[in-house]
């Protein structure tokens, strides 16, 4: 069974910075690449970034709003996604899920969800 | 930068009866490889995202035979022939063909009558 577990979610300060991870099971991690996907309370959703494979360079691409102040990194030896949040800004409070596309054929969908983690940027 | 409208943003439709939700891009959805990446992701009260439709028209494994889609080029259409009580939530279309970005419509909520 597929499961994406987030953790590290919380309530930090403007400017601030937080660490969010998210453990990977039941498939093989080192082949996916692995996007993080946010929701601002009573909002959509909204594609935070993503990291490839290291077969396919272990590169990064990034929403504009987050650019510069958010890293995704990897490890593939525990099969954690992480997503390093520095400078938060109020308006990055939201429920983060880790995701990705796991199932053979269903390229360019996001088959395979996390629970999320709330992270709350406030004084 | 690609814009996803969504309508209605909100659907109130009887059990039992079909519903029908809209997805239009601002840009051709259709791949330099042919393929149109389109999907459809049901969200329901406090639960994570799920998918429902890959590729315009392909249901994901698990998802009944009443969730349809349909569509080519900038209009698609997520089509619910009998609606059930466990279908209230919010729907997403999301665009993956102009990457590296994905974009998600505003989302339509679905409600019983």
């Known amino acids: 069974e597929v499961q994406l577990v987030e953790s590290g979610g919380g309530l930090v300060k403007p400017g601030g910075s937080l660490r969010l991870s998210c453990a990977a099971s039941?498939?093989?991690?080192?082949?996916?690449?692995m996007n993080w996907v946010r929701q601002a309370p009573g909002k959509g959703l909204e594609w935070v970034g993503r990291?490839?494979?290291?077969?396919?360079?272990?590169?990064?691409d990034y929403a504009a709003p987050v650019k510069g102040r958010f890293t995704i990194s990897r490890d593939d030896s525990k099969n954690t996604l992480y997503l390093q949040m520095n400078s938060l800004k109020t308006e990055d409070t939201a429920v983060y899920y880790c995701?990705?596309?796991?199932?053979?054929?269903?390229?360019?969908?996001?088959?395979?969800w996390g629970q999320g983690t709330m992270v709350t940027v406030s004084s | 930068d690609i814009v996803m409208t969504q309508t209605p943003l909100s659907s109130p439709v009887t059990l039992g009866q079909p519903a029908s939700i809209s997805c239009r891009s601002s840009?051709?959805?259709?791949?330099?490889?042919?393929?149109?990446?389109l999907s459809w992701l049901q969200q329901r009260p406090g639960q994570p995202p799920r998918l429902l439709i890959y590729?315009?028209?392909n249901r994901f494994s698990g998802v009944p035979d009443r969730f349809s889609g349909s569509g080519a080029g900038t209009d698609f259409t997520l089509k619910i022939s009998r609606v059930e009580a466990e279908d209230v939530g919010v729907y997403y279309c999301?665009?993956?063909?102009?990457?590296?970005?994905?974009?998600f419509g505003q989302g339509t909520k679905l409600e019983i009558k």
């Open positions: 995701t990705t596309r796991i199932e053979m054929g269903t390229d360019g969908a996001l088959d395979s």
């Open positions: 039941g498939f093989t991690f080192s082949d996916a690449w």
């Open positions: 990291i490839r494979n290291e077969v396919d360079g272990g590169t990064t």
């Open positions: 840009q051709s959805l259709v791949h330099s490889d042919g393929n149109t990446y």
């Open positions: 590729k315009i028209s």
């Open positions: 999301m665009q993956a063909t102009h990457f590296p970005s994905y974009t």
